[in-house]
């Protein structure tokens, strides 16, 4: 295991600067979730570290060594890619252990690492198959059995569940975290899944544009978004955004002409049960329903106010017909603030 550490990193390709002295520090055996939309450069970081990339500029060390100029394979670190470069026609198990063909390890000791991986990663009974004989999740585990039996210092993933479908993507997070759990090998993730970096990470980094714009465990970035873009990027759906101003007493109000940015988390703004508000909110607001979504214990409901596209929630039975005029409130300490000019952060009320 080891400690990763980038210190200004730059990457340009030609003219265009893709990552922009980017600094961040993860720990041994921590499990860190690069997360943001397309081009934002958190493959291309990911990338830097794995040495499959050139760094323009910075350091990068790895169980603190400066590796800028080191092969990926001098690095001691294993990449699980998103379409899992799997050989199509060796078994199973000679995919696993590809890897250790070229090391010093006798063959007793390379049978025993492959057999060791594929228990760990319930493929024990298919190590004689060739991948045209395995689901997507079971690829997927022999990708990254292949990275296991190296017993690298660190794991780097790059989107590795993008090509599963919703079911085996939720199955091989978990499968993913307890691997973690069990090894503790420091992880970095690279995902634009904002739920697989909020239920795997223990620290997420957000990008945008080539820079980093908040680091921190997944419950301080819901709670704490330092801006705009974060807040509405973490927890899904995602954040409710209106003009409006405050106003006395830990109040506010929507307003098309105000002075601040309201974010409002939509299980935080709930549906009046009777179409009244609560005298204890610090936001009341009307509007028209466009759309609903039941969802079993909890209905998602979409309403129009002041121009505005805003999602609520509701209790499980209570079902607002579409084109209904219905009331929701926020309680105290639910509400957060924005610059409409900056986008940053100006507190909660």
Known sequence: MATIELEGLVKRYGKVQA????DLSIKDGEFVVFVGPSGCGKSTTLRMIAGLEEISGGTLRIGGQVVNEQEPKQRNIAMVFQNYAIYPHLTVRQNIGFGLY????????RAKRIEEAAKILGLETL???RPAALSGGQRQRVAIGRAMVRDPSAFLFDEPLSNLDAQLRAQMRIEIKRLHQRLKT????VTHDQIEAMTMADRIVVMR????????TPMELYDSPVDVFTARFIGSPSMNMVRGRRVAEGRAEVDPKGDVLIGIRSHDLIVAPEGGSSEDASLS????VSAVEPLGPETMVHLDVAGESVIATAPGKLIPAVGQEIACSVIRGKLYLFDP???QSLGRL
């Open 19 to 22: 990552v922009h002295g980017i």
């Open 102 to 109: 070229r090391s010093k390890l006798s063959k007793d000791d």
């Open 127 to 129: 190590l004689e198959r």
């Open 186 to 189: 420091t992880t970095v993730y």
């Open 209 to 216: 544009d080539g820079r980093i714009l908040q680091t921190g």
């Open 285 to 288: 607001i009307r509007g028209v």
């Open 341 to 343: 000019q900056t986008e």
